[in-house]
C-alpha cells in the first residue's frame, strides 16, 4: 500500500526510517496524519514514539486546538491533555471557563471537575460579573439552584443588586411574581424615588402592577391627588374613568372626590355582606364587558343610520334633541338635569370624545339613540318609555357621582361623569330599546364563562417566561413541565398562577363579591386548578431556537457519535444487555 503525501513528509524529515513507515498499522497512520499531533510532533511536545502509540481517546484529545493551546501555555502537562475523559474535554472546550482559568478564578482542577448545573452556573455573563465584582464566590457561583441562577441572569436584577436595593440572597430568592413585577422600569422607578418599597413592589398583585404602570395614575401620586393606596386598589372601572384628562382635573380641583371614582370600599350591606349590584350606577359604565359592546352597539347603529355623518344632518338632529328636551316640565329634577347636561355639553369639550373601536364621538351617539328610539320599525316597547330612559341617561351623566350605590340622589351641585362613562351610558340607558344596542352586564355567568379563558391564558403566559431556555438542564426542565401538563392538568403549577388569575377576575368581575376575600369568590377561583386546558399553545419556534435546545441536541448527538467511536475503535469490547445505563445505538 502506498505511502500518504503526509506519512511521506516524515521519511523526508528523517523523522521515520522508510522500514518505519512501512510498517505503520492503520492506528498508527491516523495519529500521525493528525494535523494537531503533527506540531505537536514538531514542537518536540510528543515523541515519534509517543504520537505512534496513542490510543483514541489520546488522540481525540490532542486533535483539539484548545487543548493543544492548554499545553502550550503550560495549564496543562501532556499526560493530563492525553487523559482527559469526554466531561473534562468538554468543560475545557468552553472559552468562557479557559477564562476563569486564566485569571485565577478557576483551578484546572476545578475546572475540569464540574458537573453540568455547575458549568450551566459559569456560562452566565451576568453571573461571571458577579463573581468578578466581588458579588458572589466561584463556590456560590457554582451551587446556584435553577431558580437562582435564572434571576441573577436577569440584568434588571444585577442592577438592583448593584444599587443595593436588594441583596444577593434577596435576589436569589425571589419567585416568579416577585421576578416579574420587578423586570418593570416604571416599578423600579417608583422604588428608586421612594414611592414603593421593596417589599410593596415585590408584593403586587397583577391589578396593583397594571394600576401602576399608567402614566397618568402615577402623576396623580406624585402630585398627592391619589395616595398610593387608593392608586394600587383602582379597580378597572376607576382606572378607565382616570384616563380622562378632564376627569383626572376635576378630581385635582375637588369637584369629585376619589370616592366619586371608586365607590365606596365596603359594601353598603355591611361588611362581609355583597351589597346589591345596582347596574345603573355611576361606575357600571366602565366594566370591559360593557365597553366593548357599547361599541359594537354604536357600530351598528351607524351602519343603519348613516346619515349623521353628514354635518347639516347632524346640527339639525342635536338641534331638534336639544329643543325636545328644552320643552319638557321644570317640574321634574331629572329632566332639568338632562336639559343642563345639553346646555352645558359642547362648552365642555365632550363632543371631541370619540370611542377608537367604533369611529364614533359622543355628539354622533347622542343622534344615533335619538334616532334608535324614534324609529318605529325598528324600537321594541313604547316611544315613551324609551324616551323615559334617555332622559334617565342623561340625567345620570349630569348627576353620576351625586348618585349613591344603590341610586339615590345625595345632592348638591353637579358632579358629572367622565367622557368615555358618558358616552357608555348612552346606548347603556336604551339597552333593549333596539336591536342594535345590546349591552352585556357583569353578571355571575359571565364570569363563569371568562374564568377558563382567563386561566388558560394565565398558563400560556407562565409557560412563555419559561419558553425560551438558556441550558440544555432548562430546556429539559420545560419539556417535562409541559408533559407534567398535559398529563396531570392545570393542577400542576395553580400556586405560580393562582394570585394572577384571582387578581384578573376580580378586577372584571368584583362587582359581585364584597371583596376578595368573600368565600364565595375564594371559592370561584379554586375551582380554577380543574379547568380543562385542552391543547396547549405550540412554542415550538421559541424553544427550537433557544440557546437550550441547541446545547441540548449538541450534547446529545456528540455522546451518542464518541460512544459510536469507541466502539469502532475498540470493536471487541461489547455492550452488556442488562446495563440500562449505557447508551445503545439505533439499529
Known amino acids: ?292 359592546t357599547v ?50 355639553l359642547a362648552a365642555q369639550g365632550d363632543y371631541a370624545y370619540k370611542d377608537l373601536a367604533s369611529g364614533v364621538n359622543t355628539r354622533e351617539l347622542l343622534a344615533l339613540s335619538w334616532l334608535a328610539i324614534h324609529d318605529d320599525t325598528m324600537r321594541t316597547g313604547s316611544l315613551e318609555d324609551a324616551t323615559h330612559q334617555f332622559i334617565e341617561g342623561l340625567y345620570e351623566i349630569q348627576r353620576g357621582y351625586n348618585l349613591s350605590e344603590t341610586g339615590v340622589d345625595l345632592g348638591g351641585s353637579d358632579k358629572r361623569i367622565c367622557a368615555a362613562g358618558t358616552f357608555n351610558k348612552l346606548l347603556e340607558k336604551i339597552n333593549g330599546a333596539h336591536p342594535d344596542v345590546v349591552i352585556e352586564v357583569i353578571t355571575p355567568k359571565l364570569a363563569t364563562l371568562k374564568f377558563p379563558i382567563v386561566v388558560k391564558d394565565e398558563v400560556k403566559n407562565y409557560l412563555s417566561s419559561m419558553a425560551n431556555p438558556s441550558t440544555s438542564s432548562e430546556f429539559s426542565q420545560f419539556n417535562h413541565q409541559i408533559k407534567k401538563i398535559e398529563e396531570e392538568g392545570v393542577e400542576v403549577i395553580w400556586d405560580a398562577i393562582k394570585n394572577s388569575v384571582a387578581a384578573r377576575m376580580f378586577d372584571e368581575f368584583g362587582s359581585l363579591y364584597a371583596n376578595q376575600d368573600d368565600p364565595r369568590f375564594t371559592a370561584f377561583i379554586d375551582a380554577g386548578k380543574y379547568v380543562e386546558l385542552g391543547k396547549l399553545p405550540s412554542f415550538q419556534k421559541e424553544v427550537s431556537e433557544s440557546e437550550g435546545c441547541r446545547e441540548y441536541c449538541s450534547s446529545t448527538t456528540q455522546s451518542y457519535r464518541t460512544f459510536s467511536q469507541n466502539q469502532c475503535q475498540n470493536p471487541e469490547s461489547s455492550l452488556d444487555d442488562g446495563d440500562t445505563n449505557t447508551p445503545k445505538p439505533t439499529p
Open 1 to 292: 500500500m502506498p505511502l500518504s503525501s503526509k506519512i511521506q513528509e516524515y521519511v523526508v524529515q528523517h523523522t521515520l526510517t522508510l522500514e518505519q513507515a512501512m510498517g505503520l498499522n492503520y492506528a498508527e497512520c491516523t495519529n500521525l496524519e493528525s494535523e494537531g499531533i503533527r506540531g505537536l510532533i514538531t514542537d518536540g511536545t510528543l515523541t515519534i514514539e509517543q504520537a505512534m502509540g496513542l490510543n483514541y481517546t489520546e488522540r481525540t484529545n490532542l486533535q483539539y486546538e484548545y487543548i493543544r493551546g492548554l499545553i502550550t501555555d503550560e495549564t496543562l502537562t501532556l499526560e493530563q491533555a492525553m487523559g482527559l475523559n469526554y466531561t473534562e474535554r468538554t468543560n475545557l472546550k468552553y472559552e468562557y471557563i479557559r477564562g476563569l482559568i486564566t485569571d485565577e478564578t478557576l483551578t484546572i482542577e476545578q475546572a475540569m471537575g464540574l458537573n453540568h448545573d455547575e458549568r450551566t452556573n459559569l456560562e452566565s455573563e451576568g453571573i461571571r460579573g458577579l463573581i468578578t465584582d466581588g458579588t458572589l464566590t466561584i463556590e456560590q457561583a457554582m451551587g446556584l439552584n435553577y431558580t437562582e441562577r435564572t434571576n441573577l441572569k436577569y440584568e434588571y436584577i444585577r442592577g438592583l443588586i448593584t444599587d443595593e436595593t436588594l441583596t444577593i440572597e434577596q435576589a436569589m430568592g425571589l419567585n416568579y411574581t416577585e421576578c416579574t413585577n420587578l423586570k418593570y422600569e416604571y416599578i423600579r422607578g417608583l422604588i428608586t424615588d421612594e414611592t414603593l418599597t421593596l417589599e410593596q413592589a415585590m408584593g403586587l398583585n397583577y391589578t396593583e402592577r397594571t394600576n401602576l404602570q399608567y402614566e397618568y395614575i402615577r402623576g396623580l401620586i406624585t402630585d398627592e391627588t391619589l395616595t398610593l393606596e387608593q392608586a394600587m386598589g383602582l379597580t378597572y372601572n376607576g382606572r378607565t374613568a382616570l384616563e380622562d384628562e378632564h376627569t383626572r382635573q376635576r378630581l385635582r380641583n375637588g369637584e369629585l372626590t376619589i370616592q366619586n371614582i371608586m365607590g365606596d370600599q365596603i359594601p353598603l350591606g355591611g361588611p362581609g355582606i355583597a351589597a346589591p349590584v345596582n347596574l345603573n350606577d355611576s361606575q357600571s359604565t366602565h366594566t370591559a364587558s360593557v365597553h366593548r
Open 295 to 344: 361599541s359594537e352597539s354604536a357600530t351598528r347603529l351607524l351602519n343603519r343610520y348613516p346619515t349623521i355623518m353628514d354635518p347639516q344632518e347632524l346640527n339639525a338632529l342635536i338641534i331638534t334633541i336639544t329643543t325636545e328636551i328644552n320643552n319638557l316640565p321644570n317640574d321634574d329634577n331629572k329632566s332639568v338635569a338632562a336639559q343642563r347636561y345639553l346646555t352645558n
